[in-house]
């Protein structure tokens, strides 16, 4: 069974930095998509960074470039999301989710996440003024 368990949000202050944790566990495809995405209230979700198996570049949206790291430990099944300069924009619950498939390009799912394959249950993060 495929369960994907985030960590890491909490409060913070404009300009400060939290560092997300999505653990895959169960995960076994070659060919999957990876994804964090971000709901705040009152929103729809959105796309935040997202990376493929067959595209070694990383994808963010533009809100984020130049804040957020995507990064992945094969090893350990885990991807982290580091979130630097943060701002009350940034408030929302964040949650990472996977596709399988083959994907050409690492910001597809980051758009278009309508049918993702697992997702995780959540993590909160709130950046007060």
């Known amino acids: 069974q495929v369960q994907l368990v985030e960590s890491g949000g909490g409060s913070v202050q404009t300009g400060g930095s939290l560092r997300l944790s999505c653990v895959l566990s169960?995960?076994?495809?070659?060919?999957?998509?990876i994804g964090w995405f971000r709901q705040a209230p009152g929103k729809e979700r959105e796309g935040v960074s997202c990376?493929?198996?067959?595209?070694?570049?990383?994808y963010y949206v533009d809100a984020v470039k130049g804040r957020f790291t995507f990064s992945r430990d094969g090893v350990k099944d885990t991807v982290t999301l580091q979130m630097n300069n943060l701002t009350p924009e940034d408030t929302a619950t964040y949650y990472c989710?996977?596709?399988?498939?083959?994907?050409?390009?690492?910001?597809?799912?980051?758009?278009?996440?309508?049918?993702?394959?697992?997702w995780g249950k959540g993590t909160l993060v709130t950046v007060s003024s």
């Open positions: 989710a996977v596709k399988v498939g083959f994907f050409s390009k690492s910001g597809i799912i980051c758009h278009h996440f309508s049918d993702m394959t697992y």
């Open positions: 990376i493929s198996s067959n595209d070694p570049t990383t």
């Open positions: 169960g995960f076994t495809s070659d060919y999957y998509a």
